[in-house]
C-alpha cells in the first residue's frame, strides 16, 4: 500500500474521530422525545427540553439537554431552567433505544412539597427500579430546592450525588447545601430500596451534620403500611441555645440551654420517636431513663422520664437573675416566655444532688410542664438543707401579660447553712418550717412586684440570734441606758421559739405576727417589707421572758435599710426616755392645742 494511500486513510480515521468526540446539536424532537419516554417509564418523571439537545460518542456516548424541567405528575418536585447532561447505555443504543446510565442536573431550581411526596408511591418506584436498568447516579450541583409547604427550609449551592450501582449494593447520597446562610452537610446515607420496596428490612445509615450540631444514626428501616425505623443514635450540639437561634427550630427552654447530646436504642414510626432507654449530657451532667417525640399532634410534644446523680438546673432559672437591673431596681423589660415554650414538654426529672444557682437539693423529685405560653414546674420532694421542700411555680403569658404564682412548704431546714448559700450573713440559727405563697400580674418584672400578693409564714425553733446578746443588753439598759447604744453588738442570744407571718399586697408585705421566746428574753416584731423599693422597715420591741403581756418594751431596735444592707440600730429615743436625767425632755402627755406649755421642766 503506497504512502498516499495509508496517509489518506488517516486522515480520513482523525475526521471520523474527531466528529465522533464533537456534540453534535441535533433538531428538537428526536433525540429528546426518545428519553422523554424513557425518564417516563422508567422513573415516572416528566421531561420537558426547551433548549438545544446535543450528542456525542466519543469518549463516552453522551447527551446535553439545555433549559430543562423535571416533574412529577402530581406536582411532588419539580426541577426547572438547568442543563441535563447523561451518559448513554452502549448496547441500548446499538438498538436504537435511549437509556440514560448517569445524570448530571446543574443550576437547576427544585420546587417541593413534602406534603404531596409522603403521598407517593416510592415502594412501586424503587421496585421499578430494582427490577430493571436504571441510572447509576443522579449528581445535582449549584442547584436550589424551594419548599411549598415547609418553611425556613430552603435550600441554596445544593451540591448533592445520588449513587445506586447495583440491588445488591445500597443507594448512598451525599452532598452540602446552604441553609440559612450556613453550610449543612449530609456526610453519607444508605439504604437498600429493594428490600424496602419488597416490604423488607433494610439497613440504613445516616450522618448529617450542621454549625455546631451532628446526627448520626444506623440500623433497620421498613415501609409498608406501617413504615417503622429502629435503631441507635446519637445527637449532639455545642450549644443548644445557638443552635436553635440559628436554626429556627423550636424547643423547650432552647435559649436557655447549652452543651447537650442524647444517645441511645431508638424507634420511629409515623406518630412519634422514642428511646426506650436514652443517656442524655446536659453540660456535666448525665441523665438516663426514657424520652419521646409525639408528631400526630398539634405541636411536637417532648415526655420522658430522666434521672442524674448531679443535676445542675441553674440556666433554666438564669431569667430570674435578670429580673433586676445592674442599680438593682426591678427590671422594666417585658417578659418573654416564647424562648422557651417552643414545643410542649412534660417530662419527670429525679437527681441525688441538685442545684439552682446557689441553692442546692438532694434526692429531688421534680416535673416540668411546657405548653404554649405556659410553663409549670413543681418539687416533689427534695432534701433540702437537712430538711424538706416542696413547692411549685407556674409562668402564664396571655394578651401581652404574664401571670406569676408560686407556693411552696418547708420543714426542719438549717436556716444558717440556706443564708451561706444564697449568700447572706449566718445572723441567725435554728430549724425553720413553714410555707409561701406569691402572685403576681403584669407585662415585666416591676408589674409584677408591683401587684404582688401572697402569704407567708416561718417559724424557728432551738435557735440563736448572732451578732447581739439581748439578755445582756437589757442589763445593760438598766444601768446605763445611753451607754447601751454604744455597745450592744457582740455575743448571742438563744431562743427557743420565733415566728413570723407575712401578709402581701399591692407589693408592701405587712408583718402582721412577729414574735422571738427565750429562757431570759422575748421580743416582738413589727413593720412592713416593700417589695417594690426592696426595703425594710420593721421595728423590734424586746423585753424580759417574764415581763407582762402589753408591758412597753425596755429596749427597741429599728431594722431597716435595702435587702442587701440592712442596718439594725438600737431606738435612742427610748433609750433617751429610760434615762433619768434626759426622761423630762420627752414629755409623755402633749399639751392642747392652742395652749402654751412650759418652757423647760426640772427635778
Known amino acids: 500500500m503506497s504512502r498516499r494511500v495509508v496517509f489518506l486513510i488517516a486522515l480520513i480515521s482523525l475526521a471520523v474521530l474527531g466528529t465522533a468526540a464533537s456534540p453534535w446539536t441535533l433538531p428538537g424532537g428526536g433525540l429528546s422525545a426518545e428519553l422523554k419516554e424513557h425518564v417516563r417509564s422508567r422513573y415516572g418523571l416528566d421531561l420537558t427540553v426547551r433548549g438545544r439537545s446535543t450528542f456525542a460518542v466519543l469518549p463516552i456516548p453522551r447527551v446535553k439537554f439545555e433549559d430543562v424541567a423535571l416533574a412529577f405528575p402530581d406536582g411532588a418536585l419539580r426541577a426547572e431552567g438547568g442543563t441535563l447532561r447523561g451518559e448513554l447505555r452502549i448496547l441500548p443504543l446499538l438498538f436504537g433505544r435511549i437509556e440514560l446510565s448517569d445524570f448530571d442536573l446543574t443550576e437547576t431550581r427544585i420546587t417541593a412539597s413534602a406534603q404531596k411526596l409522603q403521598t407517593v408511591n416510592w415502594a412501586e418506584i424503587f421496585q421499578d427500579g430494582s427490577a430493571k436498568a436504571h441510572a447509576r447516579r443522579l449528581v445535582v450541583t449549584k442547584s436550589s430546592v424551594r419548599w411549598t409547604d415547609l418553611k425556613n427550609t430552603n435550600l441554596d449551592g445544593l451540591n448533592a450525588m445520588i449513587r445506586w450501582v447495583d440491588p445488591s449494593e445500597p443507594l448512598t447520597v451525599s452532598g452540602s447545601a446552604r441553609w440559612r446562610d450556613e453550610l449543612v452537610s449530609l456526610e453519607q446515607a444508605s439504604v437498600f430500596p429493594d428490600l424496602l420496596a419488597s416490604n423488607k428490612i433494610s439497613p440504613f445509615s445516616l450522618t448529617l451534620s450542621a454549625p455546631g450540631a451532628r446526627l448520626m444514626a444506623e440500623g433497620e428501616a421498613q415501609l409498608g403500611d406501617g413504615p417503622r425505623i429502629t435503631g441507635e443514635s446519637t445527637i449532639k450540639t455545642a450549644s443548644v441555645r445557638d443552635f436553635t437561634r440559628w436554626s429556627g427550630v423550636d424547643l423547650p427552654f432552647g435559649s436557655l440551654l447549652q452543651a447537650l447530646s442524647i444517645s441511645g436504642d431508638f424507634s420511629m414510626d409515623r406518630r412519634r420517636l422514642t428511646w426506650p432507654a436514652v443517656s442524655i449530657t446536659l453540660g456535666p451532667d448525665k441523665l438516663e431513663g426514657t424520652l ?127 443564708l451561706a448559700a444564697v449568700g447572706e450573713p449566718r445572723w441567725i440559727t435554728g430549724r425553720a418550717q413553714g410555707q409561701f405563697s406569691f402572685d403576681g400580674h403584669g407585662r415585666n418584672p416591676a408589674d409584677v412586684i408591683r401587684q404582688a400578693e401572697g402569704r407567708s409564714s416561718i417559724e424557728l425553733t432551738d435557735g440563736e440570734l448572732v451578732g447581739i446578746n439581748l439578755e445582756d443588753a437589757l442589763r445593760r439598759v438598766e444601768k446605763r441606758p445611753l451607754l447601751a447604744s454604744l455597745n450592744w453588738k457582740g455575743g448571742r442570744t438563744p431562743f427557743d421559739k420565733a415566728e413570723a407571718q407575712i401578709v402581701m399586697k399591692d407589693g408592701v408585705g405587712e408583718v402582721v405576727e412577729g414574735k422571738l421566746k427565750g429562757a431570759a428574753v422575748q421580743a416582738h416584731l413589727r413593720g412592713q417589707v416593700l417589695l417594690v423599693d426592696r426595703t425594710l422597715q420593721v421595728t423590734a420591741g424586746i423585753t424580759h421572758a417574764d415581763a407582762p403581756v402589753g408591758q412597753s418594751p425596755a429596749l427597741a431596735f429599728d431594722v431597716t435599710g435595702d435587702w442587701d444592707n440592712v442596718a439594725v440600730t438600737p431606738q435612742v429615743r427610748s433609750l433617751i426616755e429610760r434615762s433619768g436625767a434626759a426622761k423630762p425632755l420627752f414629755p409623755s402627755e402633749r399639751a392642747p392645742t392652742g395652749t402654751q406649755g412650759p418652757q423647760a421642766t426640772a427635778q
Open 292 to 418: 419521646g417525640v409525639r408528631f400526630d399532634t398539634e405541636r411536637p410534644v417532648i415526655a420522658g422520664t430522666l434521672a442524674a446523680d448531679t443535676l445542675n438546673l441553674s440556666d433554666l432559672f438564669a431569667p430570674f437573675n435578670q429580673t433586676r437591673t445592674s442599680s438593682g431596681s426591678w427590671s422594666e423589660e417585658a417578659i418573654d416566655l416564647a424562648g422557651a415554650t417552643g414545643a410542649d414538654l412534660d417530662l419527670r426529672l429525679s437527681a441525688s444532688t441538685a442545684s439552682l444557682g446557689r441553692l442546692g437539693l438532694d434526692d429531688m423529685a421534680a416535673s416540668v410542664l411546657v405548653q404554649p405560653g405556659r410553663i409549670e414546674a413543681s418539687i416533689g420532694r427534695a432534701d433540702f438543707y437537712d430538711g424538706t421542700l416542696k413547692g411549685r411555680l407556674s409562668l402564664v403569658a396571655q394578651n401581652g401579660l404574664v401571670d406569676f404564682r408560686s407556693q411552696g412548704t418547708f420543714s426542719g431546714v438549717k436556716i444558717a447553712p440556706f
